[in-house]
């Protein structure tokens, strides 16, 4: 399937979005959030009641509903599909669930060559409920494009391996040190299924993809170039002839940019610590860029969200593409209308 064979309209074709992250001329710089659906949102937790966070994901109506809530309340310029980084793992039979407040939480952790034998390939049939779900959001969304994203090889192990969130990692990096075939592996079948899983996504209608190697920024550069990139950059490969933008991000990568530039992808996501002017140096060229407003800004006035959008605006003047987002996901208890006036703030601001 080629660019103008996949399941999308002209008009999201030529949207704000999708031209930035093609490096082309807009009409404004699009904005979107990560974790722009969520608990941030009353009417997300509203739908949410009851329901345990993985069975919201595996319910089409409920998660199209939870997809267009932040499209219809802050006007951005794309929505993301909501669903979670594990749940092409569970999708496989992983017994894991996502505890409020924790995260994803692993029943059995990989740690032996043994344990391997938890993976196994991700077919369509795992997730039929996904490629329901888009079909019914692409239908609602009119132009607005639709994000479909994965966890990145090295996240999902990090949770795999540690079994829970960590802070240091030290079960996943010990594996990778210390049994590098072993890691190897583990990390050449999460590309498979991450690329299977994307695939699902953009075969259904997703106009992008965003790889999410949140933790990465654990890493030294030849740590991560000698035993990560690899398997993300055959995630990137994998989907490369559909056309659709590939967005690479990650949380505290300030001395990886140039490698993540390297590993494939379209469009490399910044996260606050770094300016993008600074940033488009070590990317280098041939990129467009997201981000990258501390997303702690939005705990201020709205004077000071302003004059911190204006600094983000201004390093991203000489970029050739880019695509105005937070530097991380939204927090929980940020106030949704400061959301909806900065969607508007970058919107005016960026008007030609
Ligand atoms: O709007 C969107 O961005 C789409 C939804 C989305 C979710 N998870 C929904 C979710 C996305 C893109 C993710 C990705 C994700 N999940 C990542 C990568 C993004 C990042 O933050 O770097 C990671 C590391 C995870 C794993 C995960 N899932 C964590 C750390 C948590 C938070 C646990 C908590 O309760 O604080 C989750 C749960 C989760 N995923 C929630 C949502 C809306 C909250 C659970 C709830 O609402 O009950």
Redesign the pocket.
Known sequence: MSANETPQTSATYDSAFLRACRREPVPHTPVW???????SLPE??KV?EGIP?LE?CMRPELVTEI?LQ?VRRHNVDAA???????VPLKAIGIDLE???????VVDRPIRTRADLAQLRDLTPEDVSYVTEAIGLLTRELGATPLIG?A?APF?LAS?LIEGG?SRSYENAKAMMYGDPELWADLLDRLADITAAFLKVQIEAGASAV?L?D??VGSLAPADYRRSVMPASAKVFEAVAGYGVPRIH?G?GTGELLNLMGEAGADVVGVDWRVPLDEAVRRVGPGKALQGNLDPTVLFTTPEIVEAKTREVLDAAAGLEGHVFNLG???M?STDPDALTRLVDYVHTRTAR
């Not at 959030?33 to 608990?39: E, I």
């Not at 996502?98 to 994803?104: A, F």
């Open positions: 959030f990560m974790r722009q659906a969520g608990r997300y937790r949410r966070m919201s997809t932040p993301i599909y909501y669903s979670d980084i594990v996502i505890k409020p407040g924790v995260g994803p994203f966890g996240t949770y969130p965003q999410f949140s933790w991000f949380v991380h996901g939204v929980p």
